[in-house]
């Protein structure tokens, strides 16, 4: 079943899809608050649209701090990625067409 | 707060077995914002981002199947926990359903009597009250003063009038007595009832009257039969109209009427009403016209008030110093107090009983967890959660309080007749509970319920432990206070029961008190004097031969009052010898005009004289009370002549002193005139008869044919009737009985449940007295030994509470002492009975301890 997302979830998708895969990269690449991205982030994983895992135990142990968990985009997260923004898209530019009529 | 101090206070909420992970996450990232130089937000601005990330942890947790499966098989296994023990269920249900029904018939009487207008009045908000003053005594006006009062306020507002009276409908045998209200012709348009089935129209000079719809619907097919003709008080009365289903009339405090009735049809037989500007017997209401305030009311009132007292001097006497508006209908002012006054002592009572009831119930609920300690403890052992097993006990709870709340929806529509019954004043308006009453007090209920449960049992899923596993048990250590608290309830049941034996005694004793007359024996028949054309002595000598030739009637007599009944007439006259000026030369006599049956049927002891030998004697001649006689002629040798405005009165006899209109009073000063002299038709007849059965009957029948006349209304013993002259007697005892029952169980309820903990508790001992070679029947008798302290103790408390509450109420007594013997000894009796009664069960439990399991060693 394919899944809609909404603009600050494809935000965040789109950040995913660039590389950033800490929560707190994606906050500085978006902007979005924390109370926005970890929820999506933790509701994108229970849906299969996000692949979660934490880092390495061995090197945050080195450095004496918490684990962090890495995100990345499934095949399915990906395809919805597309999808919003194939919509997004065919909405500003019907947007368009109306301004200039 | 710091971040991290957030991070740890929110982690509570996410699920178990997510929480670590959760919490490293959101510290992870926030050491890395710690540690970046561009962070996009400060620590504590990123941690709040946590609150709605925990609360999605949490809600997911609760949408877990495994979850879901957990309510729905903690309900399954409490539903079978209920059923398991039926006793204790039953007496849960039964205990919530007698509290949350005593609530909800509480508070239906609040919306009844002070929050809604009676039905079926259209913009009930426009309509107000107006009388003579002040306005916390509001006061009713006569015939003439109400239609000069409405015309002087025609300008602000349309006024009516209503008296509540009774009225005789129908002839001979068939006879009854239903409550009507006399109205004034523009009574349905100012309440705004539509009156249907007719011309609709009442006049003041014309006999008619409008219906009631439950009464037209009774008797619709007779009725119309009868060419819509109606005969009220013995004349045939046209029928002009009913009025609109569910309307009562404008005050919820009277009998609901079955019939509204035109003055002309009701001063048929007493014009003088009609013109007699000092008899006051009408209560006036109005409705504004649009756009007027009460204040512009209450300004006309006022400025009528002063025109009609300048324009005649006869208004001054009878208008009162002011007139008084007051807002709204439904209750007037005095009973509106009266009904604030008991609403609150009956919602302070009802939410006392309901909360005592309910954690009666915690208790048996506590009782039955510490019971279930083994079986909790396993479950501890297999996984589950302090939680989840109390959430499985006030899931239990929960079902009780529901099941108890339907029971209450039952119970509280059957009580409505004795709580209509315990009111001290009618009521007109229904005083059914409607959901809403019945939604608040089950909501009630089972809040109260679940928060005295939580505590007491998340203590009790503390037992779940090895020990318990194992069989022993960790001791509750609060037994003690439970049963002082039991203790404590045993003896304000006592105190309860004692005080409606009292007033119970005292209700008996005013039947057979003896005010100087004879009751025993005697019936009083009330009549209603009709329009028929006969004279009042040709009346009257009917009415003495038919009562007379009844089998077993001993002697008949007749009265315009009769002590007691009907309320009373006096006539102050002065001293003989004296002006009057001086009070002191004043004596105010209670007066009756009897025959010479009456002073037979109630075998009036004679000091002196006796009745008048003839009615027509010049001067005319009155027996007069021993009181009254000394008071009136303290010199004995002197003549015994009074002077009155309608002449001289000779003193023709002197009874003994009677009580003859307070059963608590002194002697009544009183005056027997000749019912003959008067020439009034008489009210009352009476009596006596040593028969048992049904000679009310046989009256009723032989009276009947007198119906053109007088009707007969009611036939009643005059024990009776005197017993039911001590009103607020009756009202404080059937509301002490009625508590003491609920009281009773209540404490049985908790005594169980104490003992059965109790007995809990000393398995152990009970196990070795019997390995020992103790007989069960010993081991009962330890418990009950216990129990027998408890409610000695109890009768001693109960005892001294009883003492102060029995001198409180003393002037509510009436032949027996606050202090009787009788009645101390009975309650202590009872007390004891039912504190053995309710351990007698856990008693016998103990009896069948097995010593094996209690002498199993522990671990």
């Known amino acids: 079943m394919r899944t809609r997302i909404g603009f600050a979830t494809a935000t965040i998708f789109e950040a995913l899809a660039r590389g950033n895969g800490f929560g707190l990269d994606i906050m500085r690449e978006t902007g979005l608050p924390s109370g926005t991205v970890y929820p999506t982030l933790s509701r994108a994983e229970a849906s299969g649209l996000v692949r979660g895992k934490w880092e390495a135990r061995r090197q945050a142990d080195l450095e004496a701090r918490p684990r962090r968990r890495y995100y990345e985009l499934t095949a399915a997260g990906h395809t919805a990625l597309a999808e919003a923004l194939t919509r997004f898209r065919e909405l500003a530019g019907g947007h368009r067409a109306r301004s200039r009529s | ?859």
């Open chain 2, 1 to 859: 707060m710091n971040a991290d101090r957030l991070l740890r206070l929110l982690s509570r909420i996410v699920p178990a077995e997510r929480r670590a992970d959760w919490l490293e996450r959101w510290r992870g990232e926030l050491w890395a914002l710690a540690a970046s130089e561009r962070a996009p937000a400060t620590p504590a601005r990123f941690a709040l981002g946590a609150i709605p990330d925990a609360w999605h942890e949490c809600a997911a947790g609760w949408r877990d199947a495994a979850a879901l499966d957990g309510i729905s098989g903690d309900l399954r296994r409490a539903w079978r926990a209920v059923w398991r023990a039926p006793g204790a269920s039953l007496l849960t249900v039964l205990i919530v359903g007698v509290g949350a029904a005593a609530l909800t018939n509480v508070i239906a009487l609040v919306d009844a009597t002070l929050l809604r207008t009676p039905p079926a009045i259209a913009r009930a908000d426009e309509l107000f009250q107006i009388g003579r003053g002040p306005a916390s005594e509001l006061d009713n006006l006569s015939y003439p003063n109400v239609r000069d009062l409405a015309d002087a306020l025609r300008p602000v507002a349309s006024v009516a009038a209503y008296a509540d009276r009774s009225a005789v409908v129908g002839a001979g045998a068939n006879a009854i007595v239903v409550a009507a209200q006399v109205v004034t012709p523009e009574f349905f348009d100012v309440v705004g009832v539509p009156v249907h089935n007719g011309p609709g129209k009442l006049s003041d000079g014309e006999p008619g009257v409008v219906l009631s719809h439950r009464f037209w619907i009774e008797r619709r097919q007779e009725i119309d039969a009868a060419g819509r003709w109606i005969a009220v008080d013995g004349q045939p009365t046209p029928v002009v109209g009913v009025a609109a289903e569910g309307f009562v009339g404008v005050q919820a405090s009277s009998v609901e009427p079955a019939m509204w009735l035109s003055v002309g049809t009701a001063l048929r037989a007493e014009p003088l009403r009609r013109s007699e500007r000092g008899w006051s017997w009408l209560w006036t209401i109005g409705r504004r016209h649009p756009g007027v305030t009460i204040e512009a009311v209450s300004a006309a009132a006022a400025s009528a008030h002063s025109e009609l007292v300048t324009r005649s001097a006869l208004h001054e006497g009878t208008l009162g110093s002011a007139l008084v508006v007051v807002d709204g209908v439904g209750l007037r002012p005095a009973d509106r107090t009266e009904a604030a006054r008991l609403s609150r002592l009956f919602v302070a009572a009802a939410v006392l009983v309901l909360v005592v009831a309910l954690a009666n119930v915690v208790g048996l609920q506590l009782t039955r967890a510490i019971a279930a300690a083994p079986a909790t403890a396993m479950m501890r052992a297999l996984g589950a959660s302090r939680a989840r097993l109390v959430r499985g006990r006030v899931f239990e709870l929960l079902i009780l309080t529901v099941a108890g709340s339907l029971v209450a929806w039952t119970v509280a529509w059957s009580m409505t007749s004795f709580v209509r019954a315990t009111l001290p004043y009618p009521i007109a308006v229904s005083l059914r509970p409607e959901w809403r009453a019945f939604l608040v007090a089950a909501a009630m209920a089972t809040a109260i319920a679940g928060a005295l449960a939580i505590v007491p049992l998340a203590r009790a899923s503390r037992l779940g432990s090895i020990a318990s596993l194992a069989g022993g048990l960790a001791i509750a250590g609060r037994s003690r206070i439970t049963l002082a608290l039991v203790t404590l309830q045993l003896g304000v049941s006592g105190t309860l029961l004692g005080v409606g034996g009292l007033l119970a005694r005292s209700i008996w004793a005013a039947g057979a008190v003896d005010p100087g007359f004879e009751t025993r024996g005697v019936l009083v028949v009330t009549l209603r004097p009709s329009m028929g054309g006969r004279s009042a002595a040709a009346v009257r000598a009917d009415l003495i031969q038919r009562a007379g030739a009844i089998a077993g009637v001993d002697a008949v007599g007749l009265a315009s009052r009769v002590p007691y009944v009907g309320g009373a007439e006096t006539r102050t006259v002065t001293l003989p010898g004296t002006t009057g000026e001086n009070p002191e030369d004043r004596v105010r006599l209670t007066t009756f005009a009897v025959d010479a049956g009456f002073f037979d049927v109630l075998r009036v002891p004679f000091v002196s004289g006796g009745v008048p030998v003839s009615a027509d004697a010049m001067p005319a001649a009155a027996v007069f009370t021993r009181i009254a006689a000394d008071r009136l002629w303290p010199d004995a040798t002197r003549p015994r002549h009074l002077d009155t405005p309608s002449g001289r009165v000779q003193a023709s006899g002197v009874t003994a002193d009677m009580q003859l209109r307070s059963l608590r009073g002194p002697a009544t000063p009183a005056m027997f005139m000749p019912i003959e002299a008067t020439g009034e038709k008489p009210r009352y007849l009476i009596v006596r008869t040593a028969r048992r059965d049904d000679v009310a009957g046989e009256l009723r029948l032989a009276l009947s044919a007198l119906n053109g006349d007088v009707i007969v209304t009611r036939v009643e013993p005059y024990p009776q009737l005197i017993a039911a002259s001590l009103p607020d007697t009756q009202v404080a005892a059937r509301l002490a009985l009625s508590f003491s029952a609920v009281a009773v169980m209540l404490s049985m309820a908790g005594l169980y449940a104490v003992v059965s903990r109790r007995v809990m508790e000393r398995r152990r001992e009970f196990g070795v007295r019997l390995a020992l070679g103790a007989t069960p029947a010993s081991v009962v008798g330890v418990v009950m030994r216990e129990v027998l302290l408890v409610a000695i103790l109890a009768c001693v408390l109960g005892g001294a509470m009883f003492a102060a509450a029995s001198a409180a109420m003393r002037q509510l007594l009436f032949g027996v002492s606050p202090f009787d013997l009788q009645t101390l000894a009975a309650t202590g009796a009872g007390i004891v009975i039912i504190a053995l009664a309710a351990a007698s069960g856990p008693a016998r439990r103990a009896g069948r301890s097995d010593p094996a399991a209690a002498l199993r060693p522990p671990g």
